[in-house]
Nanobody, 125 residues
Framework: QLQLVESGGAAVQPGGSLRLSCTGSGFALDAYGIGWFRQAPGKEREGVSCIGRVDGSSYYKESVRGRFTISRDSAKNAVFLQMNNLKAEDTGVYYC??????????????????WGMGTQVTVSS
């Protein structure tokens, strides 16, 4: 059974940093494109970043570019999202998701077949 588990969410002050982890069980994350999504209260889920299956190249939502970094660790079967200079608008539940195919980059949630349960990130003073 394919499972994704997110961790690393917490409450931080504006300007702070967090590192989210997405670990896989039952499959190798390297074989899948991985995306990070978030959902703020009262808002629709949005794509934040994704990393490619083949070449490991990454793509970011414009509002997080330069602040967030997505990366893989094959030995740990994990994908990370390093988030720096956090802002209040980054608050939400963060989900990782996996896809076996599709376009090289996509932040559309319908392109992803497997989802974790999410981890809460709260940015507040």
């Amino acid at each position: 059974q394919l499972q994704l588990v997110e961790s690393g969410g917490a409450a931080v002050q504006p300007g702070g940093s967090l590192r989210l982890s997405c670990t896989g069980s039952g499959f190798a994350l390297d074989a899948y494109g991985i995306g990070w999504f978030r959902q703020a209260p009262g808002k629709e889920r949005e794509g934040v970043s994704c990393i490619g299956r083949v070449d490991g190249s990454s793509y970011y939502k414009e509002s997080v570019r330069g602040r967030f970094t997505i990366s893989r660790d094959s030995a740990k079967n994990a994908v990370f999202l390093q988030m720096n200079n956090l802002k209040a608008e980054d608050t939400g539940v963060y989900y990782c998701a996996a896809r076996a195919g599709g376009p090289r980059y996509t932040l559309q949630d319908y392109d992803y077949a497997y989802w974790g349960m999410g981890t809460q990130v709260t940015v507040s003073s």
